[in-house]
């Protein structure tokens, strides 16, 4: 049987036929030699180059032949219309939507079972991410999401020593991990708060020079840049904070007033916010933080007095005009005592569902019960988990 070329000028050639090409460049580059060896005839309506200018299944154009009959009636109206068409049929899938012509590449497992198998076999077999492993990519995607602005969570409870300055600096580390812009948390607490201690650990906050937020208000109108900010600042990593007024005399002296006056200076520098509002809803700078806080976090405890504090929290801000806060807002349940068996925990949880826009419960860690430094290496998964899961649920009340 002989050989036929795709390229060899047969019979088609001959009769007037068209000789189709190998590839796109290829074939558009024969057809515009034709044109203009051929002269003003060529092309004309109704010849073979307006008949090659057929379209593929994907709405394409398919490839323009090497040569074309020449000598075609036509008039030059014709000829100028069609070469219009010619450049204004759209590209190929190549050239417009190269992805599509790429397989999308799974996703690579870690941990577990599929993880050891993707190890072993040099990535041969991939399974795939688990379930698990998806979860946590999207919580870690909804996190991490871009934000128009900057926001403030404040995060407050009738109690203390609930776990409200450590579900601050888990959250704030948890942020600080997954977002690509830092975040920054205020200890605006009246009662000489620890934030950055428990952030920094009190022997390095004590090392350090301990500017705290009263001095910020010193010289707030001095501030002009986010070097200036920074010297009164403490750093955890990627978490930049402002340390509450630790003397006695003068830490319930922040106004609602100056509190928002640091406020407008945070937004300036960072897209997300976390204030560490102390104990109780009715101090000097509450009114301030609450005016600018965009969500909340109810801090709560598996105790019976704790959730009805929390409730009750909840029930003050709907009655004095944050209704769309308390609505809103996030309650955190930390075990921070390791209750005994003979606390309903589901009881307490159902108490408060349903008057909040989401509840999330913090196991007992030893991590975050000791009352010291907050890390999240040394946090039991589930208490990580738990932190992303608050994160995230702070991220979505902003966009």
């Known amino acids: 049987m002989p050989i036929v070329s795709a390229n060899t000028p047969d019979q088609g050639s001959a009769s007037g036929g068209l000789i189709q090409s190998s590839s796109w460049a290829a074939a558009a580059a024969a057809a515009d030699a034709s044109d203009a060896e051929s002269g003003p005839e060529a092309g004309a309506a109704g010849s073979p180059v307006a008949a090659a200018v057929e379209t593929t299944a994907g709405g394409y154009p398919s490839p323009v032949p090497d040569a074309a009959v020449v000598d075609a009636p036509g008039t030059q109206g014709d000829r100028s219309a069609e070469r219009t068409a010619l450049r204004s049929a759209p590209m190929p899938d190549f050239i417009s939507s190269p992805g ?62 609930i776990g409200k300055t450590s579900t601050t600096v888990g959250v704030g580390l948890t942020l600080a991990e997954y977002r690509g812009d830092p975040p920054c948390a205020i200890d605006a607490n009246p009662d000489s708060g620890d934030l950055v201690e428990r952030a920094l650990g009190e022997g390095i906050y004590q090392r350090s020079t301990p500017r705290t937020i009263t001095d910020l208000l010193g010289n707030l109108e001095s501030i002009d840049s986010l070097t200036g900010l920074s010297r009164y600042m403490h750093h955890a990593g990627r978490l930049h904070l402002i340390a509450g007024e630790q003397d006695p005399e003068v830490s319930d002296s922040l106004t609602a007033a100056e ?15 976390l204030t560490d509002c102390g ?31 929390a409730r009750s929290t909840l029930q003050w801000l709907a009655s004095h005009g944050y209704e769309d806060l308390a609505r809103n807002a996030i ?23 349903g008057i909040c826009r989401q509840l999330i419960a913090v196991p007992h860690d030893r991590g975050v019960a000791d009352g010291d430094l907050v890390t999240l290496d040394v946090l039991r998964p589930e208490t990580r988990r738990a932190y992303k899961e608050i994160a ?8």
């Open 100 to 161: 599509s012509f790429v397989k999308e590449q799974k996703p690579r497992p870690v941990g577990g079972f599929r993880g050891a198998i993707y190890r072993l076999t040099g990535g041969a077999w991939n399974l795939g991410p688990s379930a698990k492993q998806r979860q946590e990519d999207e919580l870690a995607r909804r996190i991490s999401r871009q934000l128009q602005g900057s926001f403030n969570t404040a995060i407050l409870s009738l109690k203390g020593g």
């Open 259 to 273: 509190y928002l006056k640091i406020r407008q200076l945070i937004s300036s520098y960072y897209s997300v916010a």
């Open 279 to 309: 104990t109780g809803v009715t101090h000097n700078a509450m009114k301030g933080i609450l005016q600018s806080a965009d969500n909340l976090i109810i801090a709560a405890g598996y105790a019976v007095s704790g959730a009805k504090r």
């Open 331 to 353: 309650v955190v349940i930390t075990d921070k005592d390791e209750v005994s068996s003979r606390v309903d925990k589901s009881a307490i949880e159902e108490h408060l569902s």
């Open 392 to 399: 995230a649920a702070i991220v979505d009340g902003y966009v």
